[in-house]
């Protein structure tokens, strides 16, 4: 059964940091990019971070450069988000989902974990 299966979301305060884990099983997750996704209430859902399937490339929504860092570890089949520096802004569920390459459809998506920064 394919799954992609998001966790290591929770609440945090302003200024701390989280670790997303995105694990893949009944698929090899070497052969896919890897996207992070972030909703929040009443927004848009909006492209956080990309990885391509070896590594060799990432990409970042403006917003969240410079605090935010994706990498891979493809023996554990899993790819990990690494927030720092957390804002109040930030507060959505977060997803990932898989495609053959950062830029083009991204077609089997996990459920999701909740990130909320707050005081």
């Known amino acids: 059964q394919l799954q992609l299966v998001e966790s290591g979301g929770g609440l945090v305060q302003p200024g701390g940091s989280l670790r997303l884990s995105c694990a893949a099983s009944?698929?090899?997750?070497?052969?896919?990019?890897i996207g992070w996704f972030r909703q929040a209430p009443g927004k848009e859902r909006e492209g956080v971070s990309c990885?391509?399937?070896?590594?060799?490339?990432?990409n970042y929504a403006d917003s969240v450069k410079g605090r935010f860092t994706i990498y891979r570890d493809n023996a554990k089949n899993t790819v990990y988000l690494q927030m720092n520096s957390l804002e109040p802004e930030d507060t959505a569920i977060y997803c990932c989902?898989?495609?053959?390459?950062?830029?083009?459809?991204?077609?089997?998506w996990g459920q999701g974990t909740q990130v909320t920064v707050s005081s």
């Open positions: 989902a898989r495609a053959f390459d950062c830029t083009g459809e991204y077609t089997y």
């Open positions: 990885i391509s399937s070896r590594g060799g490339s990432t």
């Open positions: 009944g698929f090899t997750l070497d052969y896919y990019a």
